[in-house]
C-alpha cells in the first residue's frame, strides 16, 4: 500500500448471493493518493458502483464481502463496528452519487438535509427540527453553500429538492460532503445526469474543492472526457477484475490492455477520431479532453 | 392544506367528510345533543310512534331511539377508533422491522403473519368469545388478531421498495443512523398509504363490530349499539321496521362515507393519479 493513499483497496472480492452465487468483483486492488484523483473506469455492470459502496460498508443485502480489506486514512473498515462505520461515513469519508434528483428525500427541504447530517458529525442540531436549527449549525450549513458556489445560501437552505435543476442538488451535495473535514470523496458517475454545462461546472467544483481541501477523490465514470480533464491516475475494470492501472498520462499514451485500448478506440470514434492515427497522437489525454470537454461556460447562462 | 383543499375539491368526497364529521360530532357530543338516558327503561312507554318527546320513537323497552342511536354511534366509532389504532401500532411495527431488517428477522416475522391471515375473523371471534365470553373487548381482540398481519405486510412491502431508494442511501452514506433513518425516511413514505387503507378499513371494521354484536358475541344490551339495536329489533320486523331502518341507516352512511373519504384521500394523495393529485 501506498503510505500516503486515502484508501487502500487489497484484493476485494465481492459474490452476489441471490441464485447460484457468483463473484462479481474479483482480486480487485488500488489506491487513492491524498490530495489526488483517480478515476476507475469501465462499462456499466464492471463492477465499479459495488466496489464504492463497499468502501463505505454499504453493499446491498444480496452482495456479500468475501474476501480483501478496504483501508480509510489508516482505519481498516472491515475491523470496525457497525457504530464507527457510521461514524466514518460523512465524517472521514463522504460519497455523491449518480442522479442528485433522487438523492434527497422529496418531502424534506435541504435545510433538514443538512440538519440530518450535522446531527451525524458533531452539530448541535440533535433531534431538532429545521425550523429551530442553531446559529453555529446554519452557519457551517451557509459556509458550506457558499463554498459549492451559491451566492444565496438562505434561499437553497429554505428549497425542497424538487425546487433546484440537478446540477444545483449536485452541487448541494457537495456541500454536505464538505461539512465535515473529510479526507475521501467517492464521486459515483456525479456527472451521468447532468448536461454538458453542468457537468463542466461540477468537475470544475471538484477539483476546485479536491486542491482546496487536500482529500483524496475516487471517481467512477464512463466517460473518457471526464477522465482525460479530472484523472491523476486511472484504473480500468472490465467483468469485475481490474485489467490495468496507472498514471493518467502513460495509460492514454501507451494502453496494454485490450479492453482499454477498445474503451479509448470506443471514445474517440464517437468524434471520428481514430485511436493511433497520427493526426490525433497516442501520447497524452489531450485528444480524449478535446473531444469531450465542452468551452468556458458563457456568463449568460452561468448558473447562481 | 393543500391536501385538504384538493381532497374537498370533488363533491362526492365532500360530502363524504361532511357525514364522517358530522357522525364524529355526534359521537362526541352524544350526551348534550339528547336529554333521554339510551338505557333507560320505560315499559308503559314502549313501541311508540315519533312524537315531540321522543322523535324517533321508543323501542320494545319504552327506550328512546333517538337517544340510543346517538349514543351508539360513540360505541361503534370508539370500537373502530381502537380496532384500527392496535392494527396501524402493531402492523407498524411488525412491517417495519421485517422489511428493514431482512433475513431471517423478516423470514420469522412473515411466516407469524401467515399464521394470523389463516384465521377468518368470525371463526376466530367465536373462538375467543367461546374461551373469554362474549363483550366488546373479545371483538376488538378478535377482528385486530385477524387484520394487522395484512396491513403489517403491506408495510413490509413498501419498506423494503422505499430502503432501496436512492435519498435512503444517501442518508447512509451521510452517516445518519438505523432508527432516525426508519423515522425520518421510510415511515414518512409509509404512512399516507396505510391512512388510506385505514381509512377505507374504517366502514369494514365497522360492519365487523356491529355484525358480531347482532349475533350476540360484541356489546352486551343494554348498551347501546347499532348492531345490538338492529338484533332487538329484529322481533318487530313487521310491526315497527322503523326500528330495524335507523340503526342500518346510520351503519350504511357512515360505512359508507368512510369508505367515499378513503376512495377521496387514496386520489388527493396520488401524484401523478389521473382523478388529479396534490402535486398536479
Not at chain 2, 365532500?14 to 348534550?32: E, H, I, K, M, Q
Not at chain 2, 396505510?194 to 343494554?222: K, N, R
Request: proline share 5%; net charge negative; hydrophobic share 45%.
Amino acid at each position: 500500500m501506498n503510505e500516503d493513499a486515502v484508501l487502500a483497496v487489497e484484493s476485494l472480492e465481492l459474490e452476489i448471493l441471490r441464485g447460484r452465487s457468483r463473484k462479481v468483483v474479483r482480486n480487485v486492488s488500488f489506491s487513492v493518493p491524498r490530495g489526488r484523483v483517480t478515476c476507475l473506469v469501465g462499462e456499466s455492470g464492471c463492477g465499479k458502483s459495488l466496489t464504492c459502496l463497499a468502501i463505505l460498508g454499504l453493499l446491498p443485502e444480496a452482495v456479500r464481502r468475501t474476501g480483501g480489506t478496504i483501508t480509510i486514512d489508516g482505519e481498516r473498515v472491515n475491523d470496525l463496528s457497525p457504530e464507527h462505520l457510521q461514524a466514518l461515513r460523512g465524517g472521514k469519508a463522504a460519497m455523491i452519487l449518480q442522479n442528485p434528483m433522487s438523492c434527497f428525500d422529496p418531502i424534506c427541504t435541504v435545510k433538514s438535509h443538512f440538519l440530518e447530517s450535522l446531527a451525524a458529525h458533531g452539530g448541535n442540531s440533535g433531534r431538532l427540527s429545521p425550523e429551530v436549527m442553531p446559529e453555529s449549525d446554519l452557519a457551517r450549513a451557509r459556509r458550506s453553500l457558499a463554498e459549492v458556489g451559491f451566492d444565496s445560501p438562505d434561499d437553497i437552505l429554505d428549497a425542497y429538492p424538487f425546487q433546484l435543476s440537478g446540477g444545483m442538488l449536485q452541487r448541494v451535495m457537495v456541500a454536505l460532503a464538505l461539512l465535515s473535514e473529510i479526507r475521501l470523496l467517492l464521486a459515483d458517475e456525479p456527472t451521468t445526469d447532468l448536461d454538458v454545462v453542468s457537468q463542466a461546472r461540477i468537475l470544475t467544483l471538484l477539483d476546485e474543492t479536491r486542491r482546496r481541501h487536500g482529500m483524496g477523490v475516487l471517481l467512477v465514470t464512463h466517460d473518457i472526457g471526464v477522465v482525460a480533464r479530472m484523472a491523476d491516475f486511472v484504473v480500468v475494470m472490465h467483468k469485475g477484475e481490474v485489467v490495468e492501472q496507472g498514471e493518467v498520462a502513460t495509460l492514454f499514451a501507451a494502453p496494454r490492455h485490450a479492453y482499454t485500448r477498445a474503451l479509448l478506440q470506443a471514445h474517440l470514434s464517437l468524434y471520428g477520431l481514430a485511436f493511433g492515427d497520427e493526426a490525433v497522437g497516442t501520447v497524452s489525454p489531450e485528444p480524449c479532453l478535446a473531444a469531450a470537454t465542452p468551452g468556458p461556460v458563457p456568463e449568460e447562462v452561468r448558473i447562481r | 392544506m393543500t391536501l385538504l383543499r384538493t381532497l374537498l375539491s370533488g363533491r362526492t368526497t365532500r360530502l363524504a367528510f361532511v357525514g364522517a364529521c358530522t357522525v364524529l360530532l355526534v359521537a362526541l357530543f352524544a350526551p348534550l345533543l339528547s336529554s333521554w338516558d339510551p338505557d333507560d327503561i320505560d315499559l308503559s312507554q314502549k313501541l311508540q310512534a315519533p312524537t315531540r318527546e321522543h322523535l324517533l320513537g321508543t323501542d320494545h323497552l319504552g327506550r328512546d331511539v333517538l337517544a340510543r342511536l346517538l349514543h351508539g354511534a360513540r360505541a361503534s366509532l370508539g370500537s373502530v377508533a381502537v380496532i384500527v389504532a392496535a392494527i396501524l401500532l402493531l402492523s407498524l411495527s411488525v412491517g417495519s422491522v421485517a422489511g428493514y431488517a431482512g433475513g431471517m428477522v423478516d423470514a420469522f416475522l412473515m411466516r407469524l403473519c401467515d399464521t394470523f391471515l389463516t384465521f377468518p375473523t368470525f371463526i376466530l371471534a367465536m373462538f375467543l368469545i367461546g374461551i373469554l365470553g362474549a363483550g366488546m373487548t373479545n371483538v376488538i381482540l378478535a377482528i385486530v388478531c385477524t387484520h394487522w398481519a395484512w396491513y403489517a405486510r403491506i408495510i413490509r412491502g413498501l419498506v423494503l421498495s422505499l430502503k432501496t431508494r436512492e435519498h435512503v442511501l444517501a442518508a447512509r452514506v451521510a452517516g445518519t443512523g438505523q432508527f432516525r433513518l426508519v423515522m425520518r425516511h421510510i415511515l414518512p413514505g409509509v404512512l399516507p398509504q396505510i391512512l388510506v387503507l385505514a381509512t377505507l378499513d374504517i366502514g369494514h371494521m365497522m360492519l365487523h363490530v356491529s355484525g358480531l354484536s347482532f349475533l350476540g358475541l360484541g356489546v352486551q344490551p343494554p348498551t347501546a349499539e347499532w348492531g345490538v339495536m338492529i338484533n332487538d329489533a329484529r322481533q318487530y320486523i313487521w310491526t315497527q321496521p322503523q326500528l330495524l331502518f335507523y340503526p342500518g341507516l346510520a351503519i350504511f352512511v357512515t360505512v359508507m362515507a368512510f369508505n367515499l373519504l378513503g376512495d377521496g384521500l387514496r386520489d388527493a394523495l396520488d401524484p401523478v393519479g389521473e382523478t388529479g393529485g396534490w402535486g398536479k
